[in-house]
């Protein structure tokens, strides 16, 4: 019975004898089968880890280039309608003459 390792000797079932080689194979193929669990599970982790803090990067930022679109265009709109509004009582003073007071 070979488990990934050199093996001299066989365990069989229902044998008194088990060769030490073979244990130690065993605990050896066991370990490390378990050490590779591990490190692919903690490997996988820290590589989800970094794509979401990519994508949260990737989504800050547009959350940030949208909210600067949103208020660029709302001050331009609200520049805009300053500008609107002061020509509007220029023309209205204007067409009424000096005499309008507001």
Do not use: C, K, Y
Not at 47 to 56: K, L, P, S, T, V
Request: hydrophobic share 55%; no cysteine; glycine share 14%.
């Amino acid at each position: 019975m070979m488990l990934g390792g050199p093996v001299v000797g066989e365990a069989r079932l229902g044998s008194d004898h088990i060769n030490p080689i073979w244990v130690h194979s065993l605990r050896f193929d066991l370990g490390m089968g378990l050490f590779d669990r591990v490190g692919a599970v903690l490997w996988r982790g820290r590589e989800d880890r970094m794509m979401m803090a990519a994508e949260r990067q990737i989504w800050q930022r547009s959350a940030v280039g949208g909210l600067t679109v949103v208020a660029m265009v709302g001050l331009g709109q609200v520049w805009s309608a300053g500008w609107i509004s002061l020509i509007s009582l220029v023309e209205a003073w204007a067409w009424a003459g000096p005499g309008l007071v507001f």
